[in-house]
């Protein structure tokens, strides 16, 4: 059975950082392109990074490019989005997520989320 | 990176059909078939419902199904029950190898 288990989230100041992680079980991790996706409670989904099995190719949404770095260890089945420069405006729910069908770019795999709340 | 476009809000009757469109460009959902559709109750994960434009994962019903037409993609659900009041949205890969979500629509079954 696949599972993803996000941990990390938490309250942090403007400015500050946070490393979000997300523990992977359950398939062959380092073959599978995986993805953050963000969403405010009450809001849409957004799309915020993804990377590919090797962890050499990645890409960011606008709003988080340069701020943002997602990385893994496959040896340890685990993903991560290291957050610097946080904003109030990236306060959100954050989710790992992947897919059985092309993981480059469908998510039918999620994690349970984890929030992250930017407040002085 | 602007968001896909989808009506706020949709709503039928048990047993009728509804269709939700997204709106994207030439650079996303008008260039290429990787447009998916996704389910989300309150206070639950998504729920992939629709890849590769029309196709349907295992276990999905049939009464959901996906087409594209340019720009715009849509989501048709028929037969309408009330399971399937919840959050729809569209999302596209983008010609800058990113993906974008529409803003979501509320399906409301009355």
């Known amino acids: 059975e696949v599972q993803l288990v996000e941990s990390g989230g938490g309250l942090v100041q403007p400015g500050g950082s946070l490393r979000l992680s997300c523990a992977a079980s359950?398939?062959?991790?380092?073959?599978?392109?995986m993805h953050w996706v963000r969403q405010v409670p009450g809001k849409g989904l957004v799309w915020v990074s993804r990377?590919?099995?090797?962890?050499?190719?990645?890409r960011y949404a606008d709003s988080v490019k340069g701020r943002f770095t997602i990385s893994r260890d496959n040896a340890k089945n685990t993903l991560y989005l290291q957050m610097d420069s946080l904003r109030a405006e990236d306060t959100a729910v954050y989710y790992c997520?992947?897919?059985?069908?092309?993981?480059?770019?469908?998510?039918?795999?999620w994690g349970q989320g984890t929030l992250v709340t930017v407040s002085s | 990176q602007s968001a896909l476009t989808q009506p706020a809000s949709v709503s039928g009757s048990p047993g009728q059909s509804i269709t939700i469109s997204c709106t994207g460009t030439s650079s996303d959902v008008g260039g290429y078939p990787y447009v998916s559709w996704y389910q989300q109750h309150p206070g639950k994960t998504p729920k992939l419902v629709i890849y590769n434009v029309s196709k349907r994962p295992s276990g999905v019903s049939n009464r959901f199904s996906g087409s594209k037409s340019g720009n715009t993609a849509s989501l048709t659900i028929s037969g309408l029950q009330a399971e399937d009041e919840a959050d729809y949205y569209c999302?596209?890969?983008?010609?800058?190898?990113?993906?974008?979500f529409g803003g979501g629509t509320k399906l409301t079954v009355l």
């Open positions: 359950g398939f062959t991790f380092s073959t599978y392109w």
């Open positions: 990377l590919d099995g090797d962890g050499s190719a990645t």
């Open positions: 999302c596209s890969y983008v010609s800058s190898s990113t993906l974008v």
């Open positions: 997520a992947t897919s059985y069908y092309d993981s480059r770019v469908y998510f039918d795999y």
